[in-house]
């Protein structure tokens, strides 16, 4: 889908921040609130805009602790669908976050979260190990998210200059 540059420049502001209000965008796209919403409307309704969502920091979130895991799958395409039928199976399992074609020694990567480590385990032994076009799996669990969509969750001293004294 071609995009106009304006409709280009709202989206850029809404992956910025997805919070910012009509009236904003407005202000910084240099266009009516009315035009803002228009363009908003049309490209949720071509789904380009497919959903607004928050950045959580659940690890401050007393109970919330969880555990994520990248998923590195092998496959065996299926002639006619390729990897888009077992893609497919595996985006619709609730602890599927995230399904990503991949290039390399792994055809998908799979983002899970799951309440313990024996969850994610049990997650791919009883789930997506069994699936007929899954051919292996490797299972990488994060232990610190530094940085997520280009937004930072942790920021120390931003001064990070050495003192020097005379």
């Given amino acids: 889908m071609k995009l106009t540059e304006k409709e280009t420049e709202i989206l850029e ?14 202000k910084m796209a240099g266009i009516p609130v009315n035009e803002v919403k228009t363009i908003i409307d049309k490209l949720e309704k071509e789904k380009v ?8 920091d659940w690890r401050k979130v007393d109970g919330h602790e969880g555990v994520t895991a990248m998923i590195d799958v092998k496959v065996t395409p299926k002639r006619g669908v390729g990897f888009d039928e077992v893609a497919e ?3 619709r399992f609730q602890e599927v976050e995230s399904v990503y074609l991949m290039s ?3 055809d998908l990567s799979v983002v ?4 313990s480590m024996s969850d994610v385990a049990r997650f791919v032994s009883d789930k997506l190990s069994t699936l007929d076009s899954v051919v292996s799996t490797t299972t990488h669990f ?6 997520h969509d280009g937004k ?4 120390g001293d931003d001064d990070k200059r050495i003192v020097v004294s005379p």
């Fill in 49 to 56: 805009i497919i959903d607004y969502s928050a950045m959580i």
């Fill in 89 to 91: 199976r595996i985006y």
């Fill in 104 to 106: 390399g020694v792994y």
């Fill in 142 to 147: 994060i232990l610190k998210k530094y940085k």
């Fill in 13 to 26: 502001i809404l992956d910025e921040n997805s919070r910012a209000d009509l009236e904003t965008i407005a």
């Fill in 152 to 155: 930072v969750f942790e920021t």
């Fill in 112 to 115: 899970i979260r799951g309440n």
